[in-house]
């Protein structure tokens, strides 16, 4: 991973006006690729953070919340004499989360020297693994929804084209007021997988929906707790465009997207950004560029027209990796491989393949709910807990009313009441249709504003149970005709829309407190009776 040089600051400064004054209108990259036949393409290279106490090749801490220069070894800070130990751990998590991406382990890997010079890469070399990294290969097949764009989800699928261990390097702390550079060596020696995805996406969307699966991935695997905020996720994305069937275009380069919706913004801003500079007769030129997410634009850091020698070479501290393929055993400190497939926990697309064939979920309740953790744990605790519950109901209450709630802010999933038994009792309530949705909806509004009864202590104090007694029925029928007269005359006479507004008063007259379904049929019978 290469890092901007220091004069990055101030050429992005100076830019800064420039872009924000020029940059091109901004409108779906999906309408504008309709329109004028552009192609998007987009590859990403992610940097994941492996979910470690200590770090690839020493054993300082990994602690995000560390003071600065806390966790620096004397090998982490390039003492001379200092040699690298390879953490076991490390290894295992890269090639867990090599299986689970369908990857092809190498048997043999080996580690080499990417050389370059600055403050934070004390060494003057980073430690990765690029000519033959721990596995190549690999495909990711996702869901793409987006709600209010798609009716239903799609499946996406992208190849990877390698997986390798490195390192992190240190961080740069600018302080302009005194116009110097501080360094924190904290993050130096941090284990990373690099994950390089072929460009096999076409949008900002797809590319977001790809960074979500993979962050789920590797949270169910626990190789990588996916912080963003804290840079255990980082994002770099390949951009070009051409025209359908003419070679592919100049590529730009977007460093250290830092959250899944700016890389969706990022994406499609710079999509559009080369087909406005293609179509005003510019040319697009191979460059480094940063996302600015304050004013939703891409910022020029650093031109590639000459190509950066990094002078690889082999690194000669430390000998070939091994993996022990068949289970043998061979050596204590080989990974076994056959074990740790062992170990791979169902995967999203497995979790969304199943509760569409086990639960009968729809294809898009069910990428919801796999998309929302906490929200799949609490469906599967209340069929656990209810087996005859209707898995449909529980999945709606919890991705259409739950989450409402959540996104409104009235509560939040990692809240200390349980919701999962409130849930469960008000879907066997909707099951058993002795209350209905909007019963529902205000009960769990209730209880999100902090009320500690039951369910169906709150629904008796506010007489919220639905009437389906036939005698009641019947009372509230004969009720709504003698009010409606005209309505029931223009019904009678050939106008059976009106239903609708008769239906209508009964509900605002019941406070909905009545089973319309039975009320509708219920009314039909008595207004085709003879007056």
């Not at 901004?26 to 309408?31: A, I």
Request: glycine content about 6%; overall charge neutral; hydrophobic content about 40%.
């Amino acid at each position: 991973m290469h890092l901007k040089p220091q004069y990055v600051i101030k050429t992005i400064r100076s830019r800064y006006n420039y872009i924000i004054n020029s940059r091109p209108t901004f409108y779906s990259t999906k309408e504008k690729l309709k329109k004028d036949d552009w192609c998007g393409v987009v590859g990403l290279e992610i940097h994941a953070q492996i979910n470690s106490t200590s770090k690839l090749f020493s054993g300082s801490a990994t602690d995000y919340r560390s003071p600065v220069n806390q966790n620096v070894s004397l090998f982490d800070a390039s003492f001379p004499g200092t040699l690298p130990v390879l953490n076991r751990s490390c290894v295992e998590a890269g090639v867990l989360t090599a299986l689970a991406l369908n990857c092809t382990l190498n048997p043999v890997s080996t580690f080499d020297r990417k050389h370059y010079f600055y403050a934070d890469l004390p060494a003057g070399y980073q430690i990765t693994q690029q000519r033959c990294p721990l596995a190549r290969g690999g495909e990711v097949q996702f869901q793409i929804y987006t709600p209010g764009v798609h009716k239903e989800p799609y499946l996406r699928k992208v190849q990877i084209h390698q997986l390798q261990l490195e390192q992190d390097s240190g961080k740069s702390l600018h302080d302009p007021a005194n116009n110097r550079s501080l360094i924190d060596l904290n993050r130096a020696g941090v284990p990373l997988m690099e994950i390089v995805f072929e460009p096999d996406l076409s949008n900002g969307e797809e590319a977001a929906a790809l960074v979500k699966e993979l962050i789920l991935i590797l949270t169910s695997l626990n190789t990588c707790l996916c912080k963003m905020e804290e840079g255990g996720l980082r994002v770099d994305a390949n951009v070009s465009v051409h025209r359908r069937g003419t070679p592919l275009g100049v590529r730009s380069e977007v460093k250290n997207i830092g959250s899944i919706r700016s890389v969706a913004r990022a994406v499609d801003y710079e999509i559009q950004r080369q087909i406005t500079l293609l179509q005003g007769g510019g040319q697009v030129i191979n460059e480094t560029r940063a996302w600015d997410p304050e004013h939703n634009c891409t910022v020029s850091m650093r031109d590639k027209e000459e190509k950066q020698d990094y002078r690889f070479m082999p690194e000669p501290n430390l000998p070939p990796l091994h993996l022990d393929m068949e289970g043998t055993q061979a050596h204590p400190d080989m990974v076994d491989v056959a074990a740790l497939a062992d170990k791979l926990p169902e995967l999203p697309n497995q979790t969304r393949a199943r509760l569409q064939a086990d639960c009968g979920l729809s294809p898009l309740l069910a990428v919801r709910l796999v998309n929302e953790p906490e929200l799949l744990r609490m469906f599967e605790a209340v069929l656990d807990e209810s087996s005859d519950c209707s898995p449909t109901i529980v999945a709606n209450l919890l991705v259409m009313e739950l989450l409402t709630l959540v996104n409104k802010e009235l509560c939040s999933l990692g809240s200390s009441r349980p919701f999962s038994k409130d849930i469960g009792e008000i879907a066997d309530l909707l099951q058993s249709k002795r209350i209905n949705l909007l019963t529902a909806r205000h009960v769990l509004e209730v209880i999100a504003s902090g009320d500690n009864r039951a369910a169906s202590d709150i629904i008796s104090a506010g007489n919220l149970w639905l009437v389906t007694d036939p005698v009641e029925i019947q009372a509230v029928c004969d009720a709504a005709i003698l009010r409606n007269p005209g309505l029931v005359e223009s019904y009678r006479s050939g106008k059976t829309k009106v239903l609708g507004a008769l239906l209508g008063d009964i509900a605002k007259v019941t406070q909905n407190r009545v089973d319309m379904s039975l009320i509708a049929r219920h009314l039909q019978e008595l207004l085709k009776k003879p007056q």
